[in-house]
């Protein structure tokens, strides 16, 4: 069994928008008398749209028709409709996602999505998605080593820890290229953000909203942005700015690093030698800011790496790399149920489960408590880890305890959603769904999610033996 599916990523960012559309290839690599063993074994972008400055009615608001606009077009270009379409990504980045109608232009395109995307902003998932779109993530898994990625955009530094192909990091700056807006030919400042007003204010630059700035006063401002970069990595002593520019968590540790590498609109900034005569071509101080980021200790000190992509990093990470299969050993009640979008999931702990499982129900009733409004139960999806290799009696008394869980909730409920990281997905809904009368099951099994994750599951593919999935983190967070 091989089959392919068609995907979608667009990127709607800070200063730039654009789309890719992947075909990402599902296969059974199971022999003919195995249980079948479902992956995606191929993917590959099939067609690239313009790159567009993104549309604003004003500093504060998106132009919502320009962008279904620019959305329309491309779709046209590329002899693609909406319903060709089984999975993807569209992604509202950096400064932009803080824009006050970002959700209603997630609704203005809504009917270019297909029937399973995602739309999320969150600033952990955006530097992971650009890390893995980039490259960054594979040469991490190639060379078995350490590699950090920085996404720099407009608006946003996102930043992703990969050690041998494996996120292990995340973290966030209110740093980017779109920060200060200028007449490109007379510098005249046009726009500066809060943020970096008080750093400017801080180093008592003379760089004013309506004013001339000075190449000089705008190099002292971008190194001074760039130094986040070492500050965050542990390569400088914090400043007592970097509480102000951190959108996200700093990293956990400052662990030694084997490489870097630069993606987003700014990248080709930071890889490319500065030409003097167009440093403002785009209205902003971008490229200074690359060639800012080159004087950094990091870059000095750790080996720089070039990602196969850039400025499309992150529309490449959303069209390919969002999407997971499970599949082979998994039971759902009733083929129409899917997609299924937007499902908080509610993750068990270790000492839910404990050892005999025994504690299982109380655990699920407790904690179902966090999605209740009223009498009212949010659906969502349990998830915990579960046994390998469990005994008919284990699976039989884990689905009774989950029956017993979720009780309370079935009364608005209309199915229940199990998603367990071992490969018991199948016999457990089964005996779940024989304990549920009335209520249809979703038991999915291989994947691996937290607390304040979202997940969306799309119809069946390769004969009902699988369905693809997105875990979507911190969606709007950051």
């Known amino acids: 069994m091989r089959e392919s599916i068609l995907s979608v990523g667009i990127d709607i960012g800070t200063s730039t928008t654009q789309l890719v559309f992947s075909r990402i290839v599902i296969e059974n690599l199971a022999g003919a008398a195995s249980v079948p063993r479902v992956q995606i074994v191929d993917k590959q972008i099939v067609y690239r749209s313009d790159i567009y400055f993104t549309p604003l009615v004003s500093s504060e608001t998106i132009d919502g028709e320009r962008v279904r606009d620019i959305v329309a077009s491309e779709y046209a270009r590329a002899g693609i409709k909406p319903e060709d379409l089984s999975a993807g990504a569209v992604i509202i980045t950096g400064e932009t996602a803080r824009k006050e109608n970002a959700r209603l232009v997630l609704e203005k395109l809504s009917g270019f999505a297909g029937d399973f995307v995602v739309a999320t902003a969150g600033s952990d998932l955006e530097g992971i998605i650009a890390g893995r779109g980039?490259?960054?993530?594979?040469?991490?898994?190639?060379?078995?080593?350490?590699?950090?990625?920085?996404?720099v955009g407009g608006g946003t530094t996102n930043a992703a820890i990969f050690s041998n192909g494996d996120v292990i990091d995340t973290s966030c700056l209110d740093v980017g290229g779109r920060l200060v807006k200028l007449n490109p030919e007379s510098r005249h400042v046009e726009y500066i953000t809060p943020k970096v007003k008080e750093l400017i204010n801080s180093m008592n630059l003379d760089i004013k909203e309506g004013r001339i700035a000075s190449l000089e006063s705008l190099r002292v401002l971008t190194r001074r942005m760039a130094a986040f970069v070492d500050e965050l990595t542990g390569l400088?002593?914090?400043?007592?700015?970097?509480?102000?520019?951190?959108?996200?968590?700093?990293?956990?540790?400052?662990?030694?690093?084997?490489?870097?590498?630069?993606?987003?609109?700014?990248?080709?900034?930071?890889?490319?030698?500065?030409?003097?005569?167009?440093?403002?071509?785009?209205?902003?101080?971008g490229i200074v800011l690359g060639s800012a980021i080159r004087e950094t200790e990091l870059f000095r000190r750790v080996k720089v790496y070039k990602p196969a992509e850039t400025i499309r990093a992150t529309v490449v990470g959303a069209g390919i790399h969002i999407v997971n299969v499970s599949g082979s050993t998994i039971t759902y009640t009733r083929d129409d149920l899917f997609p299924l979008k937007n499902l908080p999931v509610l993750k068990l702990s270790d000492e839910d489960e404990g050892e005999s499982y025994s504690?299982?129900?109380?655990?699920?009733?407790?904690?179902?408590?966090?999605?209740?409004?009223?009498?009212?139960?949010?659906?969502?999806?349990?998830?915990?880890k579960g046994?390998?290799?469990?005994?008919?009696?284990?699976?039989?008394?884990?689905?009774?305890?989950?029956?017993?869980?979720?009780?309370?909730?079935?009364?608005?409920w209309k199915h229940v959603v199990v998603i367990v990281e071992e490969d018991m997905a199948k016999a457990l809904g089964h005996a779940l769904a024989s304990r549920l009368a009335g209520v249809d099951v979703v038991s999915i099994d291989s994947v691996n999610v937290e607390?304040?994750?979202?997940?969306?599951?799309g119809r069946p593919l390769g004969q009902g033996r699988v369905v693809p999935v997105v875990i979507k983190t911190l969606v709007f967070g950051g």
């Open 387 to 412: 046994v390998r290799s469990p005994s008919f009696d284990l699976v039989s008394f884990i689905a009774s305890q989950i029956a017993d869980g979720v009780k309370d909730a079935l009364l608005g």
């Open 134 to 151: 980039a490259g960054s993530a594979a040469i991490s898994k190639e060379k078995n080593n350490v590699i950090v990625n920085f996404d």
């Open 451 to 457: 607390n304040g994750d979202y997940i969306d599951i």
């Open 236 to 285: 400088a002593p914090e400043s007592g700015m970097i509480d102000l520019f951190l959108t996200s968590k700093r990293f956990k540790t400052h662990r030694p690093l084997d490489g870097v590498t630069f993606s987003g609109g700014v990248a080709d900034a930071v890889y490319a030698p500065e030409d003097a005569t167009r440093l403002f071509r785009y209205g902003d101080i």
């Open 359 to 384: 504690n299982l129900a109380a655990g699920v009733a407790e904690k179902l408590k966090w999605f209740r409004e009223g009498e009212a139960y949010q659906h969502v999806a349990l998830s915990f």
